[in-house]
């Protein structure tokens, strides 16, 4: 079955970064585009960026765009997240997700691993 098990989230302070990393099995990773999203204390799941299979296609929540980058080794099948510039407001949980720009929810994702930036 599917397994993505996300890891890398730590407790930063404001303007530093992060790489988020997704171990994928259970599935031709090389075959099927993938996203991050996150959820917030108190609010919905969110989508952050989506990579199509191949690597050549990528996307950003506008909110991210220009601090974040996604990228995938699929050799590895891993797909990693580079945030950089990290704010307050990015603090949330992150999860690895199938599918490259999802309907929140709907798509097979890992446990998740926190992200929290505070001073």
């Known amino acids: 079955q599917v397994q993505l098990v996300e890891s890398g989230g730590d407790m930063v302070q404001p303007g530093s970064s992060l790489r988020l990393s997704c171990a994928a099995s259970?599935?031709?990773?090389?075959?099927?585009?993938m996203s991050w999203a996150r959820q917030a204390p108190g609010k919905g799941l969110e989508w952050v960026a989506g990579?199509?299979?191949?690597?050549?296609?990528?996307s950003f929540a506008d909110p991210v765009k220009g601090r974040f980058a996604i990228s995938r080794d699929n050799a590895q099948n891993t797909l990693y997240l580079e945030m950089n510039g990290l704010k307050p407001e990015d603090t949330a949980v992150y999860y690895c997700?199938?599918?490259?720009?999802?309907?929140?929810?709907?798509?097979?994702r890992g446990q998740g691993t926190q992200v929290t930036v505070s001073s």
């Open positions: 259970g599935f031709a990773f090389s075959t099927v585009d």
């Open positions: 997700t199938t599918g490259f720009k999802p309907r929140p929810g709907t798509t097979d």
């Open positions: 990579i199509n299979a191949v690597g050549g296609i990528r």
